[in-house]
């Protein structure tokens, strides 16, 4: 079976980092930094640097992008994602995902989808601030959506924007509601009920927030458009 | 201060019909006949006849209807609406209300909707299955829906309807969140959320199936357009 | 199609100004403070006081205030409200819409909800601390409350209000929770519940705390009943 | 310690008759009958009636009723409030309790109330039909219901009948949610709510659809009005 | 009709004192300081010491109390309830009323209660830290809380506490669910869950933390006991 | 690795049989018969049978016993507890598993536990209808209670008799919420969270109604006690 | 603008068939059944036959099958899918997708999802009662499952299904909750949130019981593998 | 029947402390330092030392240690788990516990378990990050943790390994949700809810967070397995 590397502080495992992840999903493993001390994110993206060459995580601080730094020159940060990477050499990105959004306060979740699209070699074409309410602004970039081999759909109150690109396109739609808004919004809980509710098919949802999982999951669908499954 | 008539039985009354309401409110009283008995509607309908010269009833089930048509043949019953009434001499209707909804499932509860606002003397536009995700279904019918004094927009999963409508009209939009759908749209509770936190403006909502208070209102929004406040 | 100014920051662009929403419904876009920096605040609202020659903001913060103070000196920012403008010419107040509120901590959504009528010109009187426990509070305003054409009811623990004035009025009740209260109040979600459960006629909903939304509703309900639909 | 009845079937006890409780809370075991067989009500009634002289069981059946009424000629149903109870000497009433309803579907529930209290030995008024949507028929009453020792307040969505009634009187108020409503009502929640939030004084709620321990509570009081504690 | 006082800020009422209350229900207005600001505490401790002679403040903080102490130095606060008043007279206290409560965590809603009762003139005894998962604690004041006329049980996640409880006493138990605990305990839901489905008898429940109005009850209900209805 | 039997209907398998349980966790594979058709239950008690020489099913209904009957005469079912099973040679019972549960409505969830428990070969005691309610019912089982190995305490709106015997016994309790009950009872949510939150130490939970886990998990406890882990 | 096709009965339209979604979406539109009358499907079905020379109907009763096989007796259904088709001209399946579920009684949806994309036109592999309590049967799989170009897990109260799946393939994982189990499965809400919250990469969630929209997924998914975005 | 300490600050107990529960449950009291003062810390330790000659106190502050460590200097804290503790005389672990966790953020709860079973005298194994998405990693412990006569499961938004773990092994397994994750994770309550529905058998849950509970009842099953139940 695959193997690991086991990451230890006072004699004790805190950490089994999974070695075998890019040959069994195509990914190398990345780092969700929220809730680890920078001392622990460093531990880590040292030893997956030196394992993959390459390491990125999400939701992560300045303080621990200025730990990282420190040792390591390349590291950069995003503050409006709050991605953290070290990346020497870039492939050309390939295929192409489309990330739209309804509402200017939705953006840092749409750059983490998009960041990590981008991260893991896609090329991403972004449309922010078309929320249906004024339904003219998605109207007009309708053609250049339907371009995408997947979207991704980022809404915090407005979910409807799922529902209305679901109905314009070819490819899987991965819907992501955003922990914005205020009041009945609980927290997202709303949209995402929406988006699980939308009666568009071809529609799919993650998480709260969870801008990776919808760049992660946009990836795997533009390796197959672009390469098949291999 | 206003008077009611007091329904008595086995001595005990166990309903007071409210017979200053039209003069309070605009609007007689209507009978909420579910969880009655035909009984009750009956003695219910018969004192509000006599007292206004006209009644309607909501949610009326067709023993209920059988019950009543033995005592008045001029009551009418609608099956889709469940709608029962007595009403001898309609009045020419006035203004503009429009119903939309977004698809064959909701058709009970706009129907509801847009008897009652008729019972009330408008004048009613039907625009049904133009739900977003045929999004030109619904630019199609734009223009003639921006010519109403109120609209109404009733969905059930589709809650994002009424966000769509509410940016391209000048008049109040009222949202009926409906209890059909399955699994997370939970009884229409996923509906009502959505549109509660609708980003587009002039929109307010009404309880789940609620088609009766939503055509209730949108008759007090269209007497003020047609007459003003008096 | 209509138009739609598009603002960029570092070559993206992060919002899309709808140009055309004072021709499809009769009212400038207004800008949603909360969660945008005081730079982006004052970029769109330069855009749109470029544009419109007015412009409101809900929901600013001292600090966004500060900042735009400095560029347009007729800015004014109001601390219960915080609603921020650059209005230059009012018009003469038309109609009259009514906002009650149940208890002291209810006027920063009930000033909210009066000042965004008056920005979009209507005459308005306030009725606040009038709760339904005691009752004799709100009968004793009732005959002003009448002569209004749209009436808010803002309440937060005492969703009650709105069910009472709903059953003494002619025109309809915007009703708006409030997320006061504690313990089973569920910041406001209780509120809710009451008011879309209103047992009166004439009621319906906005979001928690979306003293804005009611103020837009009772002026679209005021201009219908001075002017009609036009 | 005090004792209690074992009830067996098939030589393992299912039911242990709490035979100390009007010493230890002043009332006898009452049996809560939905749920269980008609024999099982049956052999609980017989074993009570036995120890105490009389019985009362609640959300009876009228099969339950029809297997009681043959060992139990003195044994009698009410419909509305599905009270199953042998009681022969009635004792004089004694105080007052008052039971208000805010609709015709909460009759059921107010009646168990009643007639739990009435059990008990109080006198009771009943004011049904009274909800604040028409606040002019609760006024009408409110002198009446001023006399009362305890109040109780039944409503389903008008959950706002406790807290003006709670404005009007000098003694508790027992506040029952009902489960009629529809949508939003969530089969009494949104009542629950409403009056576990009331602004007013004076109120404590039970449980949804919970007459009977609304009745008892108000006896309580009643006794303690009228006799003091001993 | 009542009268009432108006305060105002401004031009504009911000608060309508219930002067008629006192002879409505027995007892003068409290105010319920969280969310007010130290100013508005004053201006209306000051209108209401004014009227009444007396006055008491719930959920006050130590800033509020420092700015009335400047006005009224016969002003005092106590840091657990929070609790702030001015109150010359007391009079002798009368009756009798139990405040149990199950763990330390719930003594400051505990004290709320039981300062409240002795605010409006009951005797109070205190039974703290009786929780049943040490059941020979409760057992050990048994006689001594049935002595009371009426007997609040204050619990956290230890809901069980009420149903225990009432199983032992003849009189009324008011229930507080505490917004102690963790994890599951949601602020308060769980235990007033608990509380009101009780399988005891004689169990009604107040709001999450609200010890206050536990405490309202039991005075409503231990003069009843002392004086009958008058 | 363990292999498995696969059930085939139409060239499809439907059903993988597990047949490395015992093995692995010391328990043969039980049959869970709600949703199944008595066609799938008798083919799944054929091959289990032929593999194990025993077999036990849950939830089972009468017409799915008289399918299995006419197969195997040596199968009993049990109305109260709806298990099914056919087993030829019981063991003797060892060591001593106490299922205690509030009131008469629990049970058919109590059988189910005591005879997963008996089938698993416990030796067990019934403790019925001893909730909180009436504690001297409790206390006077109290020293038979502490004997046993593990403690199954099932209860409904009673979900405080978990924490009672919590703080009485030196052995795990394992607690199961009943569906029973009405209104905020919520089908057993009510009881779940308050055994999830039980202030005594002890104390873990298993799912609405299961039984059958509450029996597994208490016969696994009674096995480390009489055989230790081997 | 795409046009659509208007059914009537009694002259009032009460569905808008979507003649363009082939050329917007690739896929022809299918009717959901449920709640329908068979009346409706019926005239819904023929126009799209008409139409598009094939239809598919989800959710389907056995009644409406009955009417419409009368009409076309080319019709086929399938009682566990409950789908219902007529298609005549079948093309050789392209690609691969995988469907798995957890237990027997999430069959009917995971046959719902594979018939779909079979009906679309995929090669679909089924591997049926892999849950994860019994880890083997599912690794015993695992070669097959990671040939497909989309997988999709279909789970009620197992949820964890998907997770260990994404951990395992490089290609998206759709994951269905399932409305089976009882208690706190809450009608498949608990399952939705475990997948939603999954800590592996990859999965995306859709509404519950919505084998349809999995199935339309991975027919997306499995083009553009196979053809790529054209 | 056992007695107690009543500790008492002015007068008036605060803290009962239950000197009988090592008798009736074979554990000392453990203190719950959450929420509790420094000097109420201090008092309760002091007394509890005193008589127990060992004191343990879950999530303690800093603050709290650095007041306890001025009267006892043996006092040691650990700031992973936030556990305080006095204890002099160690016994010699007995059995054993296995502690197995999610991920790295599952650490601090995971070890509040481990340290709580080795203050009562268990050995404990940790098995840390060996989360389902990498599945491998648990397989690769599989032997080691089928040792232990108690598992105990801590995860977080993977609320699957307890399910995982459950058909592995022949004890039971204690599930703990951990309050990590984001969005829909809801502060644990999914992955409550994963693992009460969980479909191995041999689970049952403690509350979220509540490592101390699991780590009493790891250890009661623990005892029984070496020294049987005496």
Do not use: W
């Not at 805190?14 to 930094?33: H, Q, S």
């Not at 739609?173 to 609980?186: E, N, R």
């Amino acid at each position: 079976m695959e193997g690991f590397i086991s990451l230890e502080k006072e004699n004790s495992s805190f950490a089994k980092l999974d070695t075998g992840r890019k040959n069994r999903t195509g990914f190398n493993e990345v780092v969700y930094c929220q809730g680890k001390t920078s001392e622990q994110v460093l531990q880590i993206f040292t030893a997956l640097y030196k394992n993959n060459g390459t390491v990125m995580g999400t939701r992560a601080s300045e303080e621990q992008y200025e730990t990282l730094r420190q040792q390591f020159s390349e590291c950069t940060y995003d503050k409006t994602s709050r991605i953290l990477k070290i990346q020497k050499d870039k492939e050309t990105p390939e295929g192409l995902v489309a990330v739209c959004s309804a509402g200017t306060a939705d953006i840092p979740v749409a750059e983490e989808a998009a960041q990590t699209a981008e991260y893991f070699g896609c090329q991403v074409n972004r449309f922010y601030d078309i929320g249906v309410s004024g339904i003219h602004r998605l109207m007009a970039c309708k053609d250049e959506i339907q371009k995408a081999n997947a979207v991704i759909a980022v809404a915090g109150m407005e979910g409807a924007l799922a529902s209305v690109i679901g109905g314009l396109v070819k490819v899987p739609v991965i819907a992501v509601p955003v922990s914005t808004g205020y009041g009945a919004a609980f927290e997202g809980l709303s949209a995402l009920l929406t988006m699980i509710n939308s009666c568009a098919n071809g529609i799919s949802v993650v998480n709260i927030d969870n801008g990776y999982g919808a760049g992660y999951i946009a990836t795997q669908i533009n390796r197959l458009a672009v390469r098949g499954n291999k």
